[in-house]
């Protein structure tokens, strides 16, 4: 992330060369691996909500959001915290770049404090070149979502059905990923399979310290991501394994993140939900934790109202240090029309810790 009234801290900025050679080498290798390429698309034109389609194979979208939240003990607040720009160009069939930029800290109104301006952080979040080197074999090489579990690859605001994510998808593990990345997607006999593996390169690990956490933002890591699923009556479900070692630059001890997740689609329901555990170094206590969340249709009931859902998800951490916290979410979701995104939760929680916050909160999205 980097603070715009500082100089550059951001790894890939500060010493574009490292991955401007990954890219370099991507480019080569996409061109020699042919496709046809791209002329003029009979699809140009702005979707409101899906973004712009311009010759060449150029794709343009962003979003910004605003959330706010009324914590129980806590001032209310309404913060606009995430613009993102996004863009895509397929010059040939098999090969594309993919960036995704986001400013955040914006501006911040808090009830007894006034408005107060952020530092305007900007962060790429993605930059990467993709390959596809056959049918079912692509290659990732830049900066990606690291492929873990179900959640931390579906991380723009609009996108989510919650305002925030679940506590044992956060901190936990490296939130993104530079290096390669090589996925492998098949199907069988009515089953379908995914695999991915990544690495070896971590230019910044970026998740917030916490008080159980004292690691280096900066380091190596290597993982993978294997999943299966197949149709089950009217029901289809997936089933994913995941795994990842990462260790700071000026250290010698690794850490590793094992998880398991599990998506179910069935009567208009999406039924996920992760367990995760994260082992650290030198025999210390294991974090690990869970969430489970079913996403209810509710057009039913209102025909009205487009893509309106209920969401119900349960939640359970256990830090590194002191008691477990429990904890659970009632919210709402509703894209009225595609370029607008409503979402309201309440939080319950055993305890008040960093991880679970009870209270109120909503976010506004507008996707363009």
């Excluded at 914590?71 to 613009?83: I, K, M, R």
């Excluded at 074999?137 to 994510?165: D, S």
């Excluded at 197949?230 to 010698?252: I, Q």
């Excluded at 994260?278 to 969430?291: A, E, F, K, V, W």
């Amino acid at each position: 992330m980097i603070d715009v009234a500082r100089p550059l801290r951001e790894p890939s900025l500060r010493r574009p060369s490292s991955l401007s050679r990954l890219l370099a080498v991507a480019l080569a290798i996409g061109l020699a691996s042919g496709g046809s390429v791209r002329g003029e698309d009979s699809a140009i034109g702005w979707d409101p909500g899906h973004g712009a389609r311009l010759p060449g194979g150029l794709w343009l979208a962003g979003d910004v959001t605003a959330d706010g939240e009324v914590l129980e003990g806590e001032p209310a607040s309404v913060e606009l915290d995430d613009l993102s720009l996004l863009a895509r160009w397929e010059p040939t069939s098999r090969f594309a770049f993919f960036g995704e930029m986001r400013l955040e800290d914006l501006v911040t109104l808090t009830e007894g404090a006034g408005v107060e301006t952020g530092t305007g952080d900007v962060a790429v979040e993605r930059l990467y070149a993709e390959i596809l080197l056959s049918p079912t074999l692509t290659l990732r090489v830049g900066k990606i979502y690291t492929p873990f579990g179900l959640w931390n690859e579906v991380r723009r605001a609009p996108l989510t059905w919650t305002v925030e994510r679940p506590a044992i998808t956060e901190n936990v593990f490296p939130q993104h990923a530079t290096g390669l990345d090589l996925l492998y997607q098949t199907t069988w006999r009515g089953w379908s399979f995914d695999a991915n593996t990544y690495g070896p390169a971590q230019d910044e690990l970026r998740f917030r310290r916490t008080d159980e956490d004292d690691l280096d933002e900066n380091g190596l890591m290597f993982g993978g991501r294997v999943a299966a699923g197949h149709a089950l009556g009217p029901a289809f479900a997936a089933l994913g394994l995941n795994a990842a070692g990462f260790r700071p630059h000026d250290g010698t001890d690794w850490w590793t993140v094992t998880g398991l997740d599990l998506d179910v689609a069935v009567g208009g329901h999406q039924l996920t939900g992760e367990l995760t555990f994260r082992i650290p170094p030198n025999g210390r206590r294991t974090l690990q934790g869970l969430y489970l969340q079913d996403v209810i249709p509710l057009e039913p009931l209102l025909p009205c109202a487009r893509e309106f859902y209920g969401v119900l998800r349960f939640e359970q951490m256990q830090p590194t240090r002191g008691p477990s916290a429990v904890g659970g979410v009632v919210g709402l979701f509703w894209r009225p029309i595609p370029p607008l995104v409503l979402r309201a939760n309440y939080l319950f929680a055993n305890r008040t810790v960093r991880e679970f916050e009870p209270g109120f909160q909503f976010g506004v999205s507008l996707l363009f």
